[in-house]
């Protein structure tokens, strides 16, 4: 806090795995002779940069750009770029810290980063988006590299931002690498990326349920956002029997007690994805409740799945959920739930999987899309889907392993960042003062 003052995102995220690792970290004397906590907390290198460009009427424009490179003991960095007003470093690098766990527990080969830019798309054409794009490329291209650093989307940066950077990157660095990952079909892209934070949020949730002996079926969903998380974690959930009755954007939420239906989702879908519209238009389309400028979290719902953005879902609103009979809440969103949320979800021994583990899916998929660029070749659904089922399997069991309590509780907070902490600390231990 003395060195990074005014950085609460930060401040929050690394105390949430400090307070978790205490008595495993305790079992290691050798990491404390070498400084490791303080080196984890401190991140490789920041790369912070003016953007400038111009928008459609001739105005010129300054934006942030960041790349925040955390940690590159177990691969080389990996982590999306947000394009958001609300970007900062502080934000920045409390998703990188939790990405240099979140990839670890994946067992793929991946560090941690996180880049992005205070720039906001929402009102802003196809082109002043390619020109922004193609200016923050024109620095940030120098500090990636398919073995350096693999960046991604995140909030504000879907199919199209991802397939403009591409582009600049390949401009600018004359080769045709793995760069990037989200990358469209047609160049290189994973089929089922889109589809996998979603998925594998739900993949998760069903390992939890399973451990209470139920499943999806008939359970009533509350669901935050509207972007690409929430859209394939709605289309899981009904595949799966559930019945998602929520969703929202940064203006207010939609209630649907009929449920979300395969139609509706299409709606939704178009409506973001190719409109860039508003989710209150989803209310006057199918004449259901809008709530303006709130979240979700009071309805009444058996599961509850944020998949907004940090700190979305506070304390009172996790007293209501508990109090409304939910049984389990898990993370599409990185760090939506507060401290106090979480106190609250573990001190009621519902079932709560923080987004490191539950959203791990993502950036697994990621990983398996640069290995299919590596090796030239592309799988099949099918293929992809299996294997992000496993790996989402594999990190259940893993939180399992390292969380379970005295009483069987399991507290996957503590097991996701234990687990992931201690590939960390091992490789860092090998590879000796750097
Ligand atoms: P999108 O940009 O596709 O969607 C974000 C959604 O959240 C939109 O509905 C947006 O509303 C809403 N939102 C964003 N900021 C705020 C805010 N400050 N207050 C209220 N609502 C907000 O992003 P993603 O779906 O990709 O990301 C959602 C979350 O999932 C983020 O926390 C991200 O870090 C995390 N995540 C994403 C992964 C991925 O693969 N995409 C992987 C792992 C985690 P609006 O339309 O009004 O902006």
Known sequence: KRRFPNEPEYHQAVEEVLSTIEEE??????FDKVNLIERLCIPDRVYQFRVT????KGNIQTNMGYRVQHNNAIGP????IRFHASVNLSILKFLAFEQTFKNSLTTLPMGGGKGGSDFSPRGKSNAEVMRFVQAFMLELWRHIGP???VPAGDIGVGGREVGFMFGMYKKLAHEFTGTFTGKGREFGGSLI???ATGYGNIYFLMEMLKT??????GKVCLVSGSGNVAQYTIEKVIELGGKVVTCSDSDGYI?????IDREKLDYIMELKNLYRGRIREYAEKYGCKYVEGAKPWGEKCDIALPSATQNELNGDHARQLVANGCIAVSEGANMPSTPEAIKVFQDAKILYAPGK???AGGVSVSGLEMTQNSIKLSWSAEEVDEKLKSIMKNIHEACVQYGTEADGYVNYVKGANVAGFMKVAKAMMAQGIV
């Open 25 to 30: 970290y305790n079992k290691h004397p050798e």
């Open 53 to 56: 460009w111009m928008d459609d």
């Open 77 to 80: 960095y990996k982590g999306g």
């Open 147 to 149: 073995e350096t650093d």
């Open 193 to 195: 990326r889109p589809e």
């Open 212 to 217: 209470k002996g139920t499943d999806l079926k």
């Open 255 to 259: 209630y649907d007690p009929d449920g």
């Open 357 to 359: 583990a539950a959203n």
